[in-house]
């Protein structure tokens, strides 16, 4: 008898013994805590380097209008050096997609090149007539042509990068494979320098 009451008292002591408690508990929430971290540092560079990317394309877009580049280097040679410069480093441009189109006004931008609807489908089929807007000798979904242009042409500036997160600990969260696209992008019209003319042609 006097047994049973020794293992029961001993039991209900164990119960009630609270050490380890803690570090068990801090066990179970290390894990949330670091990865609720990670996703707060990583979530804080995205929209760090969003930002760094926006305001780098109109900078560099503001550059671009001028028709300016220094002696011996060309106009797209600076302005991607601006950019990396804007970027601070955190954007790679050697990995980015970087794109410059010439339209003859902003109304032009992402439209299609004029043709005509021969079997009235709402589309373009191959064999209609078009207007080859940017020359290429086919038909374009966007007629804007490949470049800086020239005074008084719409120039639309788009950078695109796929931004790797640092921690890798909220891969799953993130993107596909851990990776955030950013795109930037802004249209100016090219101030009227040199007197030269438009290079986009109307359609």
């Given at each position: ?25 801090f ?38 209008i001028?028709?300016?580049s ?15 410069s ?6 790679d ?18 439209k299609?090149?004029?043709?005509t609807d ?40 788009t ?27 802004t ?17």
């Amino acid at each position: 008898m006097l047994k049973k009451i020794f293992a029961l008292t001993r039991l209900r002591a164990s119960w009630a013994c609270q050490r380890g408690a803690a570090a068990l508990e801090f066990a179970f929430a290390l894990p949330i805590v670091v990865l609720l971290l990670a996703g707060t540092f990583d979530l804080g560079m995205v929209l760090f380097a969003d930002i760094l990317l926006e305001g780098a394309v109109r900078d560099t877009s503001r550059l671009g209008i001028t028709g300016y580049s220094p002696t011996g280097v060309d106009r797209d040679t600076m302005i991607l050096d601006a950019l990396k410069s804007d970027t601070l480093g955190l954007i790679d441009t050697n990995k980015a997609i970087i794109t410059h189109k010439v339209y003859h006004s902003f109304g032009d931008i992402g439209k299609p090149e004029p043709y005509t609807d021969v079997n009235g489908n709402n589309q373009y089929d191959v064999g209609e007539p078009f207007q080859d807007i940017n020359g290429n000798g086919h038909w374009d979904s966007d007629m804007g042509v490949a470049g800086l242009g020239g005074a008084g042409d719409v120039v639309l500036y788009t950078v695109t990068y796929d931004w790797t997160t640092w921690t890798h600990l909220v891969d799953p969260l993130f993107g596909k494979d851990g990776k955030i696209t950013l795109t930037a992008s802004t249209a100016v019209r090219n101030e009227p320098y040199g007197g030269s003319a438009p290079t986009a042609t109307s359609p």
